[in-house]
């Protein structure tokens, strides 16, 4: 199974300001998954991220709260802009393999 | 819709007890994924069932997917401290997208 690196693996951020996630793969990918678990939530997904073009996003997600950079087949980021304290969660990104996801260790947010 | 509907919410056991969640939808399934989430971690990739009235065993854990493939379930023997977290189920939707239903927390009175 793909090895995921996510960092940071946890934060804490002022209300107003932006944090960029990373997650690196050890091969390349297709497709990149964003995912948000709220506290004692469930998995959301926020967009699908594909190499060359843009990210797909879920309802209720935009791509100017949640820029996604994908620059090549093993790498990708999210961006959550002008936090507030709502957007505190768990961030996960995943990649699927014959349709198993498999998850980075995710990034904890704490927006104050 | 597509989204599945995970029961119990929570479950308390005794150690050495047995555990079951379940997992049911409304229409029928192409699959059923099952993953665990330990306190503080990441989702973690189980099983994958595919076939009607398909049934699974990881040591002693045993996964079964319905007959009508609208249903599954995941059943703990014997449960450990170990196999504290939270248990979701989900399936790949129309669109291919997974879908997660809403996760049953497994605590282990020790």
């Known amino acids: 199974s793909a090895v995921i690196s996510q960092k940071p693996s946890r934060d804490i951020c002022q209300r107003g300001t932006s944090l960029t996630i990373q997650c690196q793969v050890d091969s390349q990918v297709t497709m990149m998954f964003w995912y948000r678990q709220q506290p004692g939530q469930s998995l959301t997904l926020i967009a699908t991220a594909n190499q060359g073009s843009e990210a797909t996003y879920e309802s209720g997600f935009v791509i100017d709260k949640f820029p996604i950079s994908r620059p090549n087949l093993t790498f990708s980021t999210l961006t959550v802009s002008n936090m507030s304290p709502e957007d505190s969660s768990i961030y996960l990104c995943?990649?699927?393999?014959?349709?198993?996801?498999?998850f980075g260790a995710g990034t904890r947010l704490s927006v104050l | 819709g597509q989204q599945v509907m995970q029961i119990p919410q929570y479950q308390h056991v005794q150690e050495g007890e047995d555990f079951t969640t379940y997992c049911n939808s409304s229409?029928?399934?192409?699959?059923i994924q099952w993953y665990k989430q330990r306190p503080g971690g990441h989702p973690v990739f189980l099983i994958q069932l595919v076939k009607s009235g398909e049934v699974k065993k990881q040591k002693r854990l045993t996964f079964q997917f319905g007959e009508a493939k609208k249903n599954s379930s995941l059943h703990i023997t014997a449960t450990q401290t170990t196999d504290v977290g939270t248990y979701f189920c989900s399936h790949s939707g129309n669109t291919g997208k997974l879908i997660f239903g809403q996760g049953t927390t497994l605590q282990v009175k020790p």
């Open positions: 995943s990649v699927e393999e014959e349709t198993v996801q498999y």
């Open positions: 229409t029928t399934l192409s699959n």
